[in-house]
């Protein structure tokens, strides 16, 4: 279960200094809604996937996120 800060706490934040728990998680929900992200939802989810990529993947991470 993710118990990590929120996005309204990480917003001001770069996703460089994200942990791999919260980029998996945030990437995980904007996956599932990307249909329904707006233009800045959308340039939030590129950024995380990019960040994703720079470290390489995301190695084993729990996939709890109910």
């Known amino acids: 279960?993710?118990?990590?800060?929120?996005?309204?706490?990480?917003?001001?934040?770069?996703p460089h200094m994200w942990t791999d728990e919260e980029l998996a998680f945030f990437h995980h929900g904007?996956?599932?809604l990307s249909a329904y992200l707006n233009i800045q939802g959308n340039s939030r989810h590129k950024q995380i996937?990019?960040?994703?990529?720079?470290?390489?993947g995301l190695q084993k991470v729990d996939q709890t996120f109910s």
């Not at 118990?3 to 917003?11: A, F, K, Q, S, Y």
């Not at 996937?49 to 390489?56: A, P, Q």
């Open 1 to 14: 279960m993710y118990d990590g800060r929120d996005l309204t706490e990480l917003e001001g934040i770069s």
């Open 30 to 32: 904007m996956q599932q």
């Open 49 to 56: 996937l990019k960040e994703i990529e720079r470290r390489g």
